[in-house]
């Protein structure tokens, strides 16, 4: 009998209880319960969001599969696809931070590798709490040195991501986590079971009681008992995942597979539900069959265990010994453990008898939506133009010597980002490149969301995240094709969380058809709350672009001496929402500066062109911070000084420190930048000459000259002070 | 000319290790060779890849020394067939003894992934003739235990027969503690066994061989090692 307590446990409501009693005819035994909770979570359903998704435009002539699947995939031309996908691991990462990011890499991975793409690259963005509350140091170390032990072991390159902090994630960390895969168009694997008396296989590691709950955990909001989560935490490794990989890989090339999906959230339910509901078909298992970890094991926690690096295949009968050979050769565990059937039912048999029997179409598909109940956030006033600093310098000195906007290499120095051979351009820049390997072209991928604003108004804040990364790809020379999306969000039934949802995706939805940007994959990670305090709402976007001929990337270093810069786009002198207004005015919440989308692809097509033109010969976009950390970042990356003009208005410290969107700062040869100018005439986007570049100091008329050195020692100082000293 | 590159489960350099010689040789790509084979084919170079064969369990290379493959590695060593191992390659050369001295955790206790100066200590082998003594080149590495450890009288025996073939430094040559990014004893970052035709490092030379990824310092290593092999 199952009680009230036992269905509250699983995190279902009763009304939910009583319609899956419908839907099966009769009550559930605890197995089923413990299967149905799972597939009914707010992380397997999106019975929160699926609702607002929808809105999310998701195709285009180049995208191959949208969302759906393991992984989103994209066309990236020569017969080729880039398969990608980014997924929160933010609830273990908070409980267990280095076993919490490991198997949010391991699980992205799988994703990729899983359609048959091999995993050309991962990013990570990371949002951590206030520097100085008593978990944040502990958190950032074991965070890093989880993605650092699983990617750096298993050999697929860590190239970008970004990494910060605020107040709002003191009790809820976020770990967003990308990879990238690229496979043969004709050589995609889905997840869609087929062939009724065909083997389903289970490969991979064994099973233990690790992970149990880990969707349903998810689902929930902390509170102070989250220590003792930590059992539901699992663990990873990477060398069974390394040669996971390898092994799939070397199947995908024959042609023994029907279906592939690995176990993920709810394990060996979800993957067995997923692959059964696509199809249309039944499976049955004997659990009898599973290779285990720990000893007498019941259906239960088999079916719930979230044990890492294993995947779940349905095999051609007849190729059944191919797959066993390779399997055994790489030493991982292979077993034939149930069939398809066409019964449409999961039948699932544990010491030989009948432990759960359900027909699972009906309860995928029927699985709760709601429209939740949600508030407009209010919207906040225009920021009045805070009085001119003392010296601009000391408060450039403070933003890129400080927590958000310093050098994170004391991080990236940990990820092997080298791996593969096929780095163009690592951490550091607007975008990484990673070519493709044995070719002329590159791939481009960043991850952008300024949360700060999402907070201040979440519409504007979506569609920046999204137009942030569109100009991150075409800065360094890309053709933007496709985004994946991670939209962390408080409590969603607290409908101030559900508004700052619906707005971010709103934003969102307009980013994404002005860019023609389509949204291929994602993962929604709500309840990310503690006590009642939700972090900042935060739509993490990673995306996807292509570059034709590597010869025509762009990085952000200064090149020459007396080359021109130029900024492209407009300023209004907002500081609204800004890390100026924040850090040094501690001016009052306001409005983030306005979104022109129209003026944003434009400014893009125009870059675009200057690149292919070869009209420039370094690109960087205006973002946090502004225009003069922008030329700073500039300046220390190609370690050349820059002379400044600044104009007569707005006023000095506005128009260096204000973050109007839409626009680029590109340098170019004294002889090209009359061209520069013709062109932005032509697209009628307004650009300026506003410095040369030469010396060792950043000069602004007016100030004393900072020198590139001093500027340096503070970029680079404070996270390995922090980290290692503090 | 035939060249074979050991694969062990975790091997993650293998592949570009391949591609860095597979241009600079005219005998099409190096085979790969899986570490369960018990006898090799007749090979003009071995290379062991970096990565991290079976996880760095127990302790880097431990494991993959004891491989089926390595006891005809060891033998062709003895034969004098040249063999190139290259970060965890390093790792399990030291474990199989196919060199002197271990590799042990990084100072810092942290996975070290940048480029790196390195000074040539000896020219006068078939792995390092292409570059002069004393010559600067830049390699990047990536390791979290490459800090070379040898008790002093190997090290002075090292040092005394020109075993050592790189060492960490300046940007100018200079070999000071503060070049040093892992800690290895008087700042060793690769060695030779004596007869000089096993070259271990910790860089890795296949990583600076593409104008793309920064760097063709590994071009005159591989370069000349091939011209040596023909």
């Known amino acids: 009998m199952i009680t009230a307590e036992t269905i509250a446990a699983h995190g279902l409501t009763e009304a939910e209880f009583t319609r899956a009693k419908a839907l099966i005819g009769r009550e559930p035994n605890l197995v089923e319960l413990g299967i149905l909770a799972a597939l009914w979570s707010e992380h397997c359903s999106y019975k929160s969001s699926k609702r607002w998704l929808g809105e999310l435009p998701t195709t285009a002539p180049w995208v191959v599969h949208g969302p759906g699947e393991n992984a989103g995939i994209v066309d990236i031309g020569d017969g080729q696809v880039a398969v990608f996908k980014m997924e929160s691991h933010n609830h273990p990462s908070f409980i267990e931070p280095t076993q919490g990011a490991a198997t949010g890499v391991g699980g992205i991975l799988r994703d990729v590798f899983t359609m048959g793409a091999r995993p050309v690259a991962t990013l990570n963005a990371l949002w951590f709490g206030n520097p100085q509350h008593e978990k944040t140091q502990h958190l950032v170390a074991g965070v890093v040195n989880g993605i650092g032990g699983y990617g750096n072991c298993v050999g697929v390159p860590t190239v970008g991501g970004a990494c910060s902090f605020d107040d709002a994630?003191?009790?809820?960390?976020?770990?967003?986590?990308?990879?990238?895969?690229?496979?043969?168009?004709?050589?995609?694997?889905?997840?869609?079971?087929?062939?009724?008396?065909?083997?389903?296989?289970?490969?991979?590691?064994?099973?233990?009681?690790?992970?149990?709950?880990?969707?349903?955990?998810?689902?929930?909001?902390?509170?102070?008992?989250?220590?003792?989560?930590?059992?539901?935490?699992?663990?990873?490794?990477?060398?069974?995942?390394?040669?996971?990989?390898?092994?799939?890989?070397?199947?995908?090339?024959?042609?023994?597979?029907?279906?592939?999906?690995?176990?993920?959230?709810?394990?060996?339910?979800?993957?067995?539900?997923?692959?059964?509901?696509?199809?249309?078909?039944?499976?049955?298992?004997?659990?009898?069959?599973?290779?285990?970890?720990?000893?007498?094991?019941?259906?239960?926690?088999?079916?719930?265990?979230?044990?890492?690096?294993?995947?779940?295949?349905?095999?051609?009968?007849?190729?059944?010994?191919?797959?066993?050979?390779?399997?055994?050769?790489?030493?991982?565990?292979?077993?034939?453990?149930?069939?398809?059937?066409?019964?449409?039912?999961?039948?699932?048999?544990?010491?030989?008898?009948?432990?759960?029997?359900?027909?699972?179409?009906?309860?995928?598909?029927?699985?709760?939506?709601?429209?939740?109940?949600?508030?407009?956030?209010?919207?906040?006033?225009?920021?009045?133009?805070?009085?001119?600093?003392?010296?601009?310098?000391?408060?450039?000195?403070?933003?890129?010597?400080?927590?958000?906007?310093?050098?994170?290499?004391?991080?990236?120095?940990?990820?092997?980002?080298?791996?593969?051979?096929?780095?163009?351009?690592?951490?550091?820049?607007?975008?990484?490149?990673?070519?493709?390997?044995?070719?002329?072209?590159?791939?481009?991928?960043?991850?952008?969301?300024?949360?700060?604003?999402?907070?201040?108004?979440?519409?504007?804040?979506?569609?920046?995240?999204?137009?942030?990364?569109?100009?991150?790809?075409?800065?360094?020379?890309?053709?933007?094709l496709a985004i994946t999306d991670c939209l962390n969000f408080g409590n969603p039934e607290r409908p101030e969380v559900m508004g700052q949802f619906v707005g971010c995706i709103r934003g969102m939805v307009r980013a994404c058809q002005a860019l023609d940007l389509p949204v291929v994959s994602g993962n929604v990670s709500f309840y990310n709350e503690t006590n009642g305090r939700a972090i900042h709402p935060t739509p993490m976007i990673g995306a996807v672009g292509v570059i034709a001929d590597l010869d025509h990337m762009k990085t952000l270093a200064i090149k020459g001496d007396g080359d021109v810069l130029l900024l492209i786009g407009e300023t209004h002198g907002n500081l609204g929402a800004s890390l100026y207004a924040r850090e040094i005015a501690h001016a009052e919440s306001a409005a983030p500066p306005p979104i022109d989308l129209a003026m944003e692809r434009r400014v893009g097509d125009l870059v675009h062109q200057l690149i292919d033109r070869d009209l420039i010969n370094a690109c960087h976009d205006v973002s946090d911070g502004g225009l003069y950390v922008a030329l700073a970042e500039m300046a220390l990356a190609g370690n050349l000084g820059v002379t400044l003009d600044v104009p007569s208005a707005p006023a000095t410290h506005v128009w260096l420190f204000a973050e109007d969107q839409a626009r680029f700062i590109v340098a170019t040869t004294a002889s090209s930048a009359r061209d520069v100018l013709a062109t932005a005439s032509d697209f009628n986007i307004p650009a300026q000459e506003i410095g040369r570049a030469g010396g060792d100091a950043l000069t602004v008329s007016g100030a004393r000259p900072i020198s590139l050195t001093m500027l340096r020692q503070a970029h680079e100082a404070w996270l390995p002070r922090y980290m290692d000293e503090g | 000319m035939n060249l074979g590159v050991i694969v062990f489960p975790g091997s993650n350099c293998d592949r570009d290790v391949q591609v860095a010689l597979s241009p600079r040789q005219s005998g099409g790509e190096p085979s790969m060779i899986w570490h369960r084979e018990n006898t090799l084919p007749a090979l003009d170079l071995i290379v062991l890849p970096g990565g991290y064969s079976y996880g760095d369990y127990l302790r880097s290379g431990a494991m993959a020394a004891h491989s089926p493959v390595m006891r005809a590695v060891v033998e062709a060593a003895q034969a004098g067939i040249p063999i190139l191992a290259i970060c965890n390659g390093f790792q399990i050369a030291a474990e199989a003894g196919l060199v002197p001295g271990g590799l042990i955790a990084n100072e810092n206790r942290k996975f070290i992934c940048r480029d790196v100066d390195l000074r040539v200590e000896n020219s006068d082998s078939r792995f390092t003739s292409g570059y002069q003594n004393g010559q600067i080149v830049r390699y990047p590495i990536a390791h979290h235990d490459g800090n070379y450890y040898a008790d002093e009288e190997t090290l002075n025996r090292l040092e005394g027969e020109g075993q050592i073939a790189f060492r960490y430094c300046s940007a100018d040559g200079a070999v000071t503690d503060a070049d040093n990014p892992n800690g290895s004893s008087r700042n060793i970052a690769g060695v030779f066994n004596q007869s000089r035709n096993v070259l271990a490092l910790m860089p890795h030379p296949e990583r600076a061989a593409d104008s793309r990824l920064g760097g063709c310092d590994g071009h005159a290593l591989f370069d000349a090692l091939l011209a040596s092999l023909s």
Request: aromatic share 6%; net charge negative.
């Open chain 1, 169 to 480: 994630y003191n009790g809820n960390i976020l770990v967003n986590a990308m990879a990238v895969g690229v496979a043969d168009k004709d050589r995609v694997f889905y997840a869609k079971a087929s062939g009724p008396g065909n083997p389903v296989v289970y490969v991979g590691a064994k099973t233990g009681r690790d992970g149990i709950h880990g969707a349903t955990m998810a689902s929930a909001e902390f509170d102070e008992g989250i220590d003792a989560r930590r059992p539901t935490v699992q663990v990873g490794d990477p060398f069974t995942e390394k040669l996971l990989i390898e092994a799939c890989l070397e199947l995908m090339a024959t042609d023994a597979v029907v279906a592939i999906q690995d176990m993920g959230a709810a394990g060996l339910t979800s993957s067995a539900s997923e692959m059964a509901a696509k199809g249309g078909v039944g499976i049955d298992l004997d659990l009898d069959r599973i290779p285990l970890r720990e000893d007498a094991m019941n259906a239960y926690e088999i079916m719930l265990s979230e044990s890492q690096e294993r995947m779940l295949m349905v095999l051609r009968p007849e190729k059944s010994n191919v797959a066993r050979a390779i399997f055994e050769k790489w030493e991982l565990d292979f077993s034939v453990i149930g069939k398809i059937t066409d019964r449409q039912r999961l039948s699932v048999r544990r010491d030989g008898a009948l432990a759960a029997d359900m027909a699972i179409a009906p309860l995928v598909e029927n699985a709760p939506v709601y429209d939740r109940n949600w508030a407009s956030v209010p919207p906040l006033c225009k920021l009045a133009p805070p009085p001119p600093p003392e010296d601009v310098n000391r408060c450039l000195l403070q933003l890129m010597g400080g927590p958000d906007l310093c050098s994170k290499r004391w991080i990236w120095q940990q990820y092997d980002s080298m791996v593969m051979a096929d780095t163009v351009q690592g951490p550091g820049g607007d975008a990484a490149v990673v070519r493709v390997h044995g070719s002329n072209k590159g791939l481009a991928l960043t991850t952008d969301c300024t949360p700060r604003y999402c907070s201040a108004d979440p519409e504007t804040g979506g569609a920046q995240a999204v137009a942030e990364a569109f100009r991150n790809l075409v800065a360094v020379g890309a053709r933007p």
